[in-house]
């Protein structure tokens, strides 16, 4: 069941996203988040062996975000793809990807988010953390728009949201701004949007 959001006349994405954040730390407390993460990374795998990325950039996952990292772990073909996670600077504000062996990572981006020394990449497959979003591929993250910026400079990349379902948003949620950037798809625990 989407998220409702309930919004204002302009949607105040400011209490979306908390509105958002704390429907969906209830959901991973709750006695359903178990079988959810499990079907979650079913159809995230299933997804990713369809797409077969040559370089896989996944995100390091943070409050109660997928851990996409696992559900890639776990699988034998995932796991022997070249990965990559995102590096973050507040000034200049930029992200970029890393090369990453797989291994925990030892250093913390200047948004204290996990991350890694490897060098610079592309990944052709990149896995993006969606707070809330629509069913026409549009995202809402926590504000910063290091992925809406990423995005715009890597076009031919393709980007999929990771999800849970309960932040799907209704058009009259969400409207987007000039400078968000649509998804190929998003995966959540009940199936693919896109």
């Known amino acids: 069941m989407p998220f409702d959001a309930t919004p204002a006349k302009p949607v105040d994405r400011v209490l979306l996203r908390a509105k958002l954040r704390a429907a969906r730390d209830r959901f991973v407390a709750s006695a359903d988040f178990s079988l959810a993460q499990t079907e979650l990374a079913r159809r995230l795998v299933d997804v990713l062996h369809q797409l077969e990325p040559e370089r896989l950039g996944l995100y390091w996952a943070i409050q109660s975000e997928f851990n996409a990292v696992a559900a890639c772990a776990a699988d034998p073909d995932l796991a022997s793809t070249g990965l990559a996670l995102p590096w973050c600077r507040r000034s200049p504000l930029d992200m970029h990807f890393r090369a990453w062996n797989g291994t925990t990572p030892r250093q913390v981006d200047e948004c204290g988010i996990a991350g890694c020394d490897g060098p610079a990449v592309v990944p052709d497959v990149v896995l993006v953390p969606c707070l809330g979003f629509t069913t026409d ?30 932040g799907q948003l209704d058009a009259s949620d969400f409207v987007p701004q000039q400078h968000d950037q649509p998804l190929m798809m998003v995966v959540t625990e009940r199936g693919v949007i896109g």
Not at 142 to 153: K, S
């Open 137 to 166: 591929g549009f995202r809402l993250g926590y504000g910063a728009g290091y992925f809406d910026r990423w995005q715009a400079a890597h076009p031919q990349v393709t980007t999929v949201g990771v999800a849970w379902s309960l």
